[in-house]
């Protein structure tokens, strides 16, 4: 069964590291914040200069005037600090920060990415992606695998205009955990009962497939 919003989330967050400074783009990616391990010290950083985000926030938790850099409202955690985003995008240029979690519409098997735009439907602005994947060494993109029609987001090539080349390394759908190297996909684990003939079907760009792939554990 293809993961939930939540699940994709708590996968991403198996990939944190103690002492991490991460930044978590909008949408899923925020969902991680819900996610961490216990015991497990993580900064999490927003492009509008937040550092030290907290859980995503519930009815009781809420400030409208605390918002990420997609206008989304957060909340902080003891010790955070606010600065301007001139001196945040100073932290993701000099390579200060770790891990980014970003969402995408299409990644191919160069380890590109295309998460701004869809000409003539969608416009969603370039926002900091194309900052983070150029200061970031460390990118995991959470998506679907296909779309609602079945057609694969998974490619030989991008085909909408791109955020960065060659910059992606490893990728979380609602299938598949997946690493990108040496210019193909490489799967690492499959859903809870997702066949890897699904996966294969899916996936229009150069995929490896192991003798076994072991299902992910929640």
């Known amino acids: 069964m293809a993961l939930s919003r939540e699940q994709l989330a708590q996968r991403v967050a198996k990939e944190l590291k103690d002492g991490y400074y991460v930044n ?11 996610y961490i ?8 950083q ?7 985000m907290g859980e995503f926030p519930t009815e009781d938790t809420i ?17 955070a ?11 993701i240029r000099g390579g200060h920060v770790d891990l980014t979690v970003l969402g995408a519409f299409e990644v191919d098997v160069n380890g590109s990415i295309a ?26 993109v959470t998506m679907m695998h296909a779309d609602k029609y079945g057609n694969s987001k998974l490619l ?33 684990e499959r859903a809870p009962g997702v066949s890897v003939e699904e996966i294969v079907s899916k996936t229009a760009g150069k995929l490896i497939v192991p003798e076994h792939v072991p299902e992910m554990v929640f």
């Open 156 to 188: 030989p090539v991008c085909e909408l205009p791109l955020t960065g080349y060659g910059c992606i390394k490893r990728v979380v759908t609602d299938l598949a955990f997946i690493e990108i190297k040496d210019g193909a996909f490489h799967l690492l």
């Open 24 to 34: 978590l783009g909008i949408g899923i990616p925020t969902l991680v914040a819900n």
């Open 46 to 52: 927003s492009e509008n200069g937040l550092l030290g």
């Open 37 to 44: 391990p216990s015991g497990m010290e993580v900064m999490l």
């Open 81 to 91: 600090s606010f600065f301007s985003s001139a001196e945040s995008f100073a932290m």
């Open 115 to 140: 998460s701004w735009m869809i000409p003539g439907k969608l416009i969603k602005g370039m926002g900091g992606a194309m900052d983070l994947v150029a200061g970031a060494e460390n990118i995991i």
């Open 63 to 79: 400030d409208p005037d605390l918002i990420n850099a997609g206008k989304q409202t957060v909340t902080a955690v003891k010790g």
